[in-house]
C-alpha cells in the first residue's frame, strides 16, 4: 500500500509503481481488496465501528493516499480499485464527514469524485440511527451535525459537473434515500450555512430550468427545511422549522431575481418556477391547517419580494408580476379557502 518511499527529501518509487507497470499496481490493489473483504466477512462483528478496518483505510487515505506527493496515476488506480471496499460497513465519524467536506475545495478533483463513489455505498439509515442513539445523550449537537454534513455533502456533490455527468454515478440514488430522512434535528443555524454554500456556488439561470441538477438540490434543500411535499396531516415540526422554511424561500427568490439580469431567457421559464415555489408555500400552509398563521405570511412576505427586486431593465417584470398574481388567485385544489362576501 505504500507506492513510495520518501528518505532525505527524495522520493523514490517502489517496484510496479512506475507509470508503465499500473496494470500491475492496480491487481495488487485487487488482491488487496480481496483481503479486506474476506476480513470484514469473517469478523462482521469488526465492521460499523470507528475502530474497524474501513475507517482505518480512510485514515490512510486521507492523511497520505491523497496527498500532493502522490502522482495522479497512482491516485487514480487507487481510486479505481478502493471503490470496490465494501462501504456500507463504514462508519464515518463526524470527523471523518468534515475532512470529507473540506476535500471539496481541493484542486486535484479525483479526490472528491472518489468520494462520491464512496457516499452512495454508505448504510446512512444505520449511521443516523446509530448517532441518534448512541450519541445525542452526551452530545446533542451530534444529530444535527452528522445531518447537517450529510446534506452540505449531497449539495456539493449535485454541484460538481464531472460527477453528475458519470454514467454509473449513484448520486441521484443517494438524494433520494435522504429525502426520506428526518430533518428536524438540523438546526436553523447549520441549514442557513449551507444554503449560503449553495447560493455562493450555483449557477443561478439553473433554477429555471426544471431537470437541472439545482433543481434537485433546491427539492432536497426544501425537504431540509421541513417543507412537506404533499398535503400531509399536521405533524410536529422543530422549532427552527419556521426560520429554515423561510430561509429556503429567500434563496429560491434570491436566485430567480438573479436571472432577471439577462434579456435572452425565455419568460416561460420564470412562469414554472414561481408556481412551483407558491405551490409549495400553499402545501405547507395547507397541511399545517393554519392558513392565516404567522410563518404562512412570513413566507409570503419572502415570496412577494419577487415583486420589488428585479433588475431595473428587465423583460421579465411583467411576467413576474402577472405570475404571482395567477399563483395568488389560483388556489390548490386540496385548499378550502374561503371567499369572502359581504351580506347586504
Not at 94 to 103: A, D, G, N, S
Not at 320 to 333: G, R
Request: charged content about 20%.
Amino acid at each position: 500500500m505504500t507506492p513510495i518511499k520518501q528518505t532525505d527529501n527524495t522520493m523514490n518509487f517502489q517496484p510496479c509503481w512506475n507509470d508503465v507497470d499500473s496494470g500491475i499496481a492496480s491487481d495488487l490493489i485487487g488482491h488487496f481488496v480481496t483481503c479486506i473483504k474476506s476480513l470484514q466477512n469473517r469478523y462482521p462483528s469488526l465492521s460499523f465501528s470507528p475502530d474497524d478496518a474501513m475507517s482505518r483505510l480512510w485514515n490512510h487515505y486521507k492523511s497520505y493516499l491523497s496527498q500532493s506527493i502522490v502522482p495522479g496515476y497512482i491516485l487514480t488506480v487507487f481510486n479505481t480499485r478502493l471503490v470496490e471496499l465494501p462501504w456500507e460497513l463504514f462508519f464515518p465519524t463526524q470527523h471523518v464527514l468534515t475532512q470529507m467536506i473540506e476535500m471539496e475545495a481541493d484542486s486535484i478533483e479525483e479526490k472528491f469524485i472518489f468520494i462520491s463513489r464512496i457516499l452512495p455505498q454508505i448504510n446512512w439509515s444505520a449511521v443516523v440511527e446509530k448517532y441518534g442513539s448512541h450519541f445525542a445523550p452526551t452530545d446533542p449537537n451530534a444529530p444535527s451535525d452528522l445531518i447537517g454534513s450529510l446534506l452540505l455533502l449531497n449539495i456539493m456533490m449535485l454541484s460538481k459537473k464531472r460527477i453528475m455527468e458519470c454514467q454509473d454515478n449513484l448520486i441521484l440514488e443517494l438524494v433520494e434515500k435522504v429525502l426520506s430522512f428526518s430533518w428536524s434535528s438540523l438546526s436553523a443555524s447549520a441549514y442557513t450555512q449551507i444554503i449560503q454554500w449553495q447560493e455562493d456556488h450555483c449557477n443561478p439561470y439553473m433554477i429555471l430550468e426544471e431537470k437541472s441538477c439545482l433543481r434537485i438540490a433546491i427539492k432536497l434543500l426544501r425537504v431540509a427545511s421541513e417543507f412537506p411535499l404533499k398535503i400531509t396531516s399536521q405533524q410536529e415540526e422543530s422549532e427552527g422549522a419556521a426560520e429554515k422554511r423561510s430561509c429556503c424561500v429567500r434563496f429560491e427568490v434570491s436566485l430567480i431575481l438573479r436571472c432577471t439580469k439577462r434579456s435572452d431567457i425565455s419568460l416561460d421559464l420564470y412562469s414554472v418556477s414561481i408556481r412551483d415555489l407558491y405551490r409549495t408555500i400553499e402545501v405547507a400552509a395547507i397541511s399545517d391547517g393554519r392558513p392565516a398563521s404567522p410563518d404562512t405570511v412570513t413566507l409570503l412576505s419572502e415570496f412577494l419580494n419577487l415583486l420589488n427586486n428585479s433588475h431595473p431593465d428587465s423583460t421579465a417584470t411583467p411576467t413576474i408580476l402577472q405570475t404571482v398574481l395567477q399563483s395568488i388567485l389560483s388556489p390548490h385544489p386540496g385548499s378550502s379557502r374561503p371567499v369572502d362576501r359581504k351580506s347586504g
